[in-house]
């Protein structure tokens, strides 16, 4: 593979940040390391400008893209994940109880339909509580970064000039994914979020993949061997984290160091797994759930979302 240099996109956090130094340096190639802030501008800049050579991308948005032909390939290089339980906030004045009185409500949803936490919390609605999600009106506060999108006709547009943690605040709406808001009337829906989502990963390896790493799809023609030298030094970067992990040796641990640590003990593996195999219960459930919700209209596998020469690797 001839040198060259890759405007690349990532967030630091622990699994990437061997790379953001320079402890972890890839085989040939480099990176020119490119910070934007908030990072969800650096998913809509690469879906619709395609502005970098490699980025973060949330799961939902990538497969949206990837839908609507954009000439864009996800590496299973799945740098963050997340427990969605605690997403899902009602307003306690709105008659709403357990998660099935949501039916027949208006549900607010941050920013757009595909946003990944929203695809999460909804399928755990679903699929772990029982609600029909066409039975329920979904607000949404923003659009979607795929422009070409067309959502069901139960998703609809805020009201111009109105914002949702207010509408959320007030009852006028009973619910909302993904609003952060300290007031008093507002409360998470599911009890104890964060129990419940272990007590999901215990019982089923409930373990949802957010954000994965994506390529221009010019650059995996013109240079064949490079997916699998991006899955090759992600992969290294993340496998000292984790043993830094294991020792103790994470100076100032955050709550997603804490959150890798609980996965740890409870699944007595690697909190961060790449790689399809590793990966696929729940590659196949963001599949199935993106189909039930209308994200998705076609069948996909997971083979399908990566390059071939990345489908065997595991890191």
């Known amino acids: 593979m001839a040198e060259l240099t890759l405007k690349t996109v990532t967030r630091t956090q622990g699994d990437n940040e061997a790379l953001k130094s320079g402890a972890v340096k890839p085989r040939g190639f480099e990176f020119d390391f ?29 497969i949206t893209a990837r839908a609507h032909g954009k000439r864009i390939t996800g590496l299973p290089i799945f740098l963050m994940r997340a427990f969605h339980h605690g997403a899902i906030k009602r307003n306690v004045r709105s008659g ?10 208006r549900v607010g949803v941050n920013r757009g339909y595909t ?9 755990i609605l679903a699929h772990q509580y029982g609600v029909d999600l066409s039975r329920i009106t979904w607000v949404l506060s923003g ?22 943690a207010e509408m959320l605040a007030s009852g006028e709406l009973a619910a909302a994914i993904g609003v952060d808001i300290d ?3 507002v409360k998470p829906l599911i009890a104890r979020p964060q129990e419940a989502g272990y007590d999901a990963l215990r019982a089923t390896g409930h373990y949802p993949i957010n954000h994965l790493m994506v390529v221009k799809d010019e650059l995996l023609e013109e240079h064949p061997h490079l997916a699998a030298g991006l899955f090759d030094a992600f992969a290294e970067a993340k496998r000292q984290y984790v043993e830094r992990l294991k020792a103790g040796r994470i100076p100032n641990p955050t709550a ?48 399908d979302l990566f390059p071939k020469s990345t489908r065997a690797l595991v890191g």
């Open 183 to 185: 007031h008093p009337d």
């Open 115 to 123: 946003v990944t936490t929203g695809l999460w919390a909804r399928s």
């Open 256 to 303: 997603v160091d804490e959150m890798h640590k609980r996965v740890m003990e409870i699944t007595g593996g690697d909190p961060l797994p790449y790689g399809i195999e590793p990966n696929r219960r729940m590659l196949e459930e963001l599949i199935q759930s993106a189909l039930e919700q209308g994200i998705l209209t076609h069948p996909v596998t997971a083979e």
């Open 143 to 164: 659009d979607e970064h795929v422009a070409e999108y067309r959502p069901p006709a139960n998703v609809v547009p805020i009201e111009k000039g109105k914002k949702m």
């Open 34 to 62: 490119v910070e934007v802030e908030p990072l969800i501008d650096a998913f809509r800049r690469m879906v619709r400008e395609r502005e970098f050579d490699v980025s973060e991308m949330a799961m939902t948005t990538y």
């Open 96 to 105: 709403i109880e357990n998660p099935k009185d949501l039916e027949g409500r």
